[in-house]
């Protein structure tokens, strides 16, 4: 990484100008705007986009140059340790939450016993779903999903695969509310707003051999398969879906398409 000189005459981080950073590459090329900020328990800042081809690739950049380049971040530089932030776009309101250990590395229904199954229930009882996130695992990436929307609104779960938990925790969230709202959301529909940057995902209905293999929580909840779920799609940063001819082989791999068939979009 090259050394930078910066003079700022507000320096509203406590770090040092020179600290290393994680980015996306987007972020650090400067082609997308910082929308999800982490500072991490051990004291890393991550500067990431809404999505990227590149998740598991980050970038090393001091945290004078992200400053520098967005003095926006100022408004998180009080982000406490093992918070995460998200805003929509630049400009908007930051949300900010507390990372939980037990969310992001549960993959399995009894993975922390009782306690974590109380949390859930209440979860669902007091915002009307609880989502669990998988980390990456090798070659396989991390996914997360709800449980407790068929519960509570009568409506399919929510499963999204390929995307930091900060981001696809947000979008389930945002797509939950327009669901709520009564927005049409269903199969093959494009939906908006739930990343930042302008990018539309569209809904694929999940089939029963991959909510066997992706939602044990869910499975746990409802006791047994008797649910329906729905996969959000992502774009590329390019805006390119996994089944276009243009998306990349590592993009395809990297976020499965969880339908039994071919995903057609509905008019």
């Not at 999940?206 to 008797?226: C, F, N, T």
Request: with cysteine.
């Amino acid at each position: 990484m090259t050394a930078h000189t910066h003079s700022f005459a507000h320096w509203p981080f406590g770090d040092a100008v020179d600290t290393v950073t994680y980015c996306t590459a987007g972020v650090a090329e400067r082609r997308l705007p910082v929308l999800r900020v982490s500072h991490d328990a051990d004291g890393d800042w991550q500067f990431l986009d809404a999505t990227t081809e590149y998740p598991g690739e980050p970038v090393l950049l001091c945290l004078g140059c992200v400053f520098e380049h967005d003095p926006s971040l100022a408004e998180i530089s009080d982000l406490p340790l093992g918070w995460s932030a998200f805003r929509p776009e630049v400009g908007a309101e930051w949300e900010r939450w507390e990372k939980e250990a037990e969310d992001e590395e549960c993959g399995g229904h009894d993975c922390n016993g009782e306690e974590a199954e109380r949390r859930a229930l209440a979860d669902i009882e007091q915002y009307g779903l609880h989502i669990i996130h998988v980390e990456e695992e090798g070659d396989q990436p991390p996914f997360s999903y709800s449980i407790g929307i068929e519960r509570t609104l009568g409506m399919p779960e929510l499963i999204m695969v390929g995307l930091r938990h900060e981001v696809a925790h947000m979008s389930i969230h945002e797509c939950y509310a327009q669901m709520k709202a009564g927005a049409d959301i269903r199969p093959g529909a494009r939906v908006r707003e739930l990343l930042g940057g302008g990018f539309e995902c569209l809904i694929a209905e999940v089939s029963p051999e991959s909510i066997k293999q992706y939602m044990g929580w869910a499975r746990w909840l409802h006791q047994g398969d008797a649910f329906r779920a729905w996969q959000i799609v992502f774009p590329s940063t390019a805006g390119v879906f996994p089944w276009e001819a243009e998306a990349g082989d590592w993009f395809r791999q990297w976020q499965p398409l969880l339908a039994a068939g071919p995903i057609e979009e509905s008019r």
